[in-house]
Protein backbone atom coordinates (compact mmCIF):
# COMPACT_ATOMS: atom_id res chain seq x y z
CA UNK A 1 0.00 0.00 0.00
CA UNK A 2 2.99 2.64 0.74
CA UNK A 3 4.67 1.75 -2.80
CA UNK A 4 1.51 2.02 -4.47
CA UNK A 5 0.78 5.35 -2.74
CA UNK A 6 4.17 6.81 -3.41
CA UNK A 7 4.26 5.46 -7.13
CA UNK A 8 0.71 7.63 -7.59
CA UNK A 9 2.57 10.88 -5.60
CA UNK A 10 5.75 10.28 -7.83
CA UNK A 11 3.37 10.21 -11.09
CA UNK A 12 1.40 12.90 -9.59
CA UNK A 13 4.51 15.33 -9.34
CA UNK A 14 5.69 14.04 -12.58
CA UNK A 15 2.63 15.08 -14.82
CA UNK A 16 2.90 18.34 -13.07
CA UNK A 17 6.35 18.98 -14.04
CA UNK A 18 5.35 18.17 -17.66
CA UNK A 19 2.45 20.49 -18.30
CA UNK A 20 4.36 23.47 -16.86
CA UNK A 21 7.64 22.44 -19.46
CA UNK A 22 4.99 22.38 -22.02
CA UNK A 23 3.40 25.49 -21.30
CA UNK A 24 6.95 27.27 -20.87
CA UNK A 25 7.60 25.80 -24.10
CA UNK A 26 4.54 27.29 -25.67
CA UNK A 27 4.86 30.94 -24.38
CA UNK A 28 8.48 31.09 -24.55
CA UNK A 29 9.13 30.85 -28.39
CA UNK A 30 11.94 33.62 -28.96
CA UNK A 31 13.57 31.41 -26.17
CA UNK A 32 13.94 28.71 -28.67
CA UNK A 33 17.20 28.05 -30.02
CA UNK A 34 18.57 29.83 -33.39
CA UNK A 35 15.37 32.47 -32.37
CA UNK A 36 16.57 36.27 -32.26
CA UNK A 37 12.96 37.15 -32.04
CA UNK A 38 9.16 35.86 -33.00
CA UNK A 39 6.85 38.38 -35.36
CA UNK A 40 3.38 36.85 -35.92
CA UNK A 41 3.71 33.76 -37.18
CA UNK A 42 7.38 34.27 -38.60
CA UNK A 43 11.27 34.12 -37.13
CA UNK A 44 13.68 35.93 -37.11
CA UNK A 45 16.74 33.53 -36.46
CA UNK A 46 20.21 34.61 -34.99
CA UNK A 47 21.57 32.89 -38.17
CA UNK A 48 19.93 36.33 -40.05
CA UNK A 49 21.30 38.53 -37.40
CA UNK A 50 24.66 37.39 -37.96
CA UNK A 51 24.64 37.30 -42.10
CA UNK A 52 23.67 41.02 -41.26
CA UNK A 53 26.35 41.93 -39.43
CA UNK A 54 28.94 39.84 -41.32
CA UNK A 55 27.85 41.60 -44.56
CA UNK A 56 28.17 45.09 -42.82
CA UNK A 57 31.39 44.04 -41.55
CA UNK A 58 32.97 42.70 -45.04
CA UNK A 59 32.14 45.22 -47.05
CA UNK A 60 33.89 47.96 -44.77
CA UNK A 61 37.13 45.40 -44.61
CA UNK A 62 37.03 43.71 -41.74
CA UNK A 63 37.70 39.92 -40.87
CA UNK A 64 34.47 37.75 -40.54
CA UNK A 65 33.61 37.58 -37.39
CA UNK A 66 35.88 40.13 -35.86
CA UNK A 67 34.43 44.11 -34.90
CA UNK A 68 34.57 46.37 -37.27
CA UNK A 69 36.73 49.45 -36.11
CA UNK A 70 33.49 51.75 -36.67
CA UNK A 71 31.22 49.06 -35.11
CA UNK A 72 28.97 50.48 -32.28
CA UNK A 73 28.40 48.59 -29.04
CA UNK A 74 24.46 48.96 -30.14
CA UNK A 75 25.20 47.15 -33.85
CA UNK A 76 23.54 43.68 -32.82
CA UNK A 77 20.45 45.26 -31.48
CA UNK A 78 20.62 47.87 -33.95
CA UNK A 79 20.30 44.79 -36.39
CA UNK A 80 17.30 42.88 -34.56
CA UNK A 81 15.34 45.90 -34.32
CA UNK A 82 15.89 46.82 -38.04
CA UNK A 83 14.88 43.11 -38.34
CA UNK A 84 11.80 43.40 -36.31
CA UNK A 85 10.96 46.76 -37.64
CA UNK A 86 10.78 45.69 -41.54
CA UNK A 87 7.93 43.61 -40.43
CA UNK A 88 6.15 46.17 -38.52
CA UNK A 89 5.86 48.64 -41.84
CA UNK A 90 5.38 45.55 -43.93
CA UNK A 91 2.18 44.99 -41.43
CA UNK A 92 1.28 48.41 -40.81
CA UNK A 93 1.39 48.52 -44.78
CA UNK A 94 -0.79 45.45 -45.73
CA UNK A 95 -3.38 46.70 -43.08
CA UNK A 96 -3.92 50.15 -45.46
CA UNK A 97 -3.62 48.53 -48.61
CA UNK A 98 -0.56 50.06 -49.71
CA UNK A 99 2.50 48.95 -51.53
CA UNK A 100 5.94 50.31 -52.30
CA UNK A 101 7.29 48.86 -55.62
CA UNK A 102 10.51 48.56 -57.25
CA UNK A 103 9.98 51.58 -59.51
CA UNK A 104 9.38 54.10 -56.31
CA UNK A 105 12.57 51.78 -55.06
CA UNK A 106 14.70 52.28 -57.40
CA UNK A 107 13.60 55.94 -58.39
CA UNK A 108 14.68 56.89 -54.86
CA UNK A 109 17.98 55.12 -55.11
CA UNK A 110 19.06 56.87 -58.28
CA UNK A 111 17.79 60.35 -57.12
CA UNK A 112 20.09 59.97 -53.44
CA UNK A 113 22.75 58.18 -55.57
CA UNK A 114 23.25 61.67 -57.98
CA UNK A 115 23.53 63.26 -54.66
CA UNK A 116 25.95 61.63 -52.93
CA UNK A 117 28.43 61.37 -55.94
CA UNK A 118 27.62 57.41 -57.36
CA UNK A 119 26.24 54.22 -56.26
CA UNK A 120 29.19 53.52 -54.69
CA UNK A 121 29.54 56.15 -52.42
CA UNK A 122 25.64 55.93 -51.28
CA UNK A 123 26.14 51.99 -50.07
CA UNK A 124 28.97 53.38 -48.16
CA UNK A 125 26.91 56.03 -46.85
CA UNK A 126 24.10 53.15 -45.69
CA UNK A 127 26.65 50.86 -44.66
CA UNK A 128 28.02 53.25 -41.89
CA UNK A 129 25.29 55.77 -41.26
CA UNK A 130 22.91 53.12 -41.06
CA UNK A 131 23.87 49.67 -40.96
CA UNK A 132 22.96 48.81 -44.19
CA UNK A 133 24.72 46.17 -45.92
CA UNK A 134 25.03 45.67 -49.72
CA UNK A 135 22.27 43.15 -50.39
CA UNK A 136 20.23 45.29 -47.80
CA UNK A 137 19.22 48.50 -49.63
CA UNK A 138 16.12 47.80 -51.25
CA UNK A 139 14.99 47.19 -48.16
CA UNK A 140 16.21 50.02 -46.29
CA UNK A 141 14.01 52.39 -48.97
CA UNK A 142 11.38 49.99 -48.98
CA UNK A 143 10.89 51.17 -45.46
CA UNK A 144 11.54 54.50 -45.80
CA UNK A 145 8.68 54.57 -48.92
CA UNK A 146 6.43 52.66 -46.42
CA UNK A 147 6.91 55.56 -43.67
CA UNK A 148 6.27 58.17 -46.04
CA UNK A 149 2.94 56.13 -47.34
CA UNK A 150 1.90 55.64 -43.58
CA UNK A 151 1.30 59.15 -43.06
CA UNK A 152 -1.34 59.56 -45.41
CA UNK A 153 -0.22 62.29 -47.73
CA UNK A 154 0.88 64.00 -44.68
CA UNK A 155 4.57 65.62 -44.47
CA UNK A 156 5.64 62.69 -42.68
CA UNK A 157 8.37 64.73 -40.82
CA UNK A 158 5.52 67.09 -39.53
CA UNK A 159 4.15 66.43 -36.38
CA UNK A 160 0.68 65.17 -37.87
CA UNK A 161 2.67 62.80 -40.02
CA UNK A 162 4.99 61.56 -37.71
CA UNK A 163 2.05 61.12 -35.30
CA UNK A 164 -0.08 59.17 -38.10
CA UNK A 165 2.79 56.85 -38.77
CA UNK A 166 3.47 56.36 -35.31
CA UNK A 167 -0.15 55.39 -34.85
CA UNK A 168 0.31 52.68 -37.86
CA UNK A 169 3.28 51.30 -36.31
CA UNK A 170 2.35 50.66 -32.75
CA UNK A 171 -1.24 49.31 -33.97
CA UNK A 172 0.68 46.79 -36.29
CA UNK A 173 3.61 45.75 -33.45
CA UNK A 174 0.38 45.52 -31.42
CA UNK A 175 -1.06 43.35 -33.65
CA UNK A 176 1.75 41.02 -34.25
CA UNK A 177 2.62 40.07 -30.59
CA UNK A 178 6.50 40.88 -30.76
CA UNK A 179 8.45 38.46 -28.57
CA UNK A 180 12.44 39.06 -28.82
CA UNK A 181 15.44 36.95 -27.21
CA UNK A 182 15.72 38.15 -23.95
CA UNK A 183 19.47 38.93 -24.99
CA UNK A 184 18.50 41.69 -27.05
CA UNK A 185 16.22 43.42 -24.80
CA UNK A 186 12.40 43.27 -25.06
CA UNK A 187 10.04 44.82 -27.90
CA UNK A 188 8.13 48.25 -26.98
CA UNK A 189 4.91 48.97 -28.92
CA UNK A 190 4.72 52.29 -27.79
CA UNK A 191 7.89 53.11 -28.31
CA UNK A 192 8.05 51.56 -31.71
CA UNK A 193 11.41 49.63 -30.72
CA UNK A 194 13.66 47.15 -28.59
CA UNK A 195 14.09 48.66 -25.17
CA UNK A 196 17.03 49.29 -23.06
CA UNK A 197 18.60 51.48 -25.74
CA UNK A 198 19.41 55.17 -26.63
CA UNK A 199 19.22 54.52 -30.43
CA UNK A 200 16.39 56.34 -32.03
CA UNK A 201 14.84 53.24 -34.15
CA UNK A 202 12.42 55.00 -36.23
CA UNK A 203 13.92 56.35 -39.21
CA UNK A 204 11.67 59.61 -38.73
CA UNK A 205 14.24 61.23 -41.78
CA UNK A 206 12.51 59.39 -45.21
CA UNK A 207 14.90 61.06 -47.28
CA UNK A 208 18.44 60.32 -44.77
CA UNK A 209 21.40 61.50 -47.50
Known amino acids: MTRTSTVRRLRAALGVAIAAAALSACGGAPAHQGAAAVVGDERITIAQVQARLSAVREVGGAQAGAPAANEQPGLVRHAVNDLILDKVIGRALTERRLTVDASEIGAAKAADSRTVGGDAKLAELLRV ?3 VPAGGIDDFYRQQLGLAKLAGGQDPTGAAGDATIRKALVDAGTALHIQVNPRYGTW ?9 TTDNWLPMNVRPL
Open 188 to 196: DAARIGLTD
Open 129 to 131: KQG
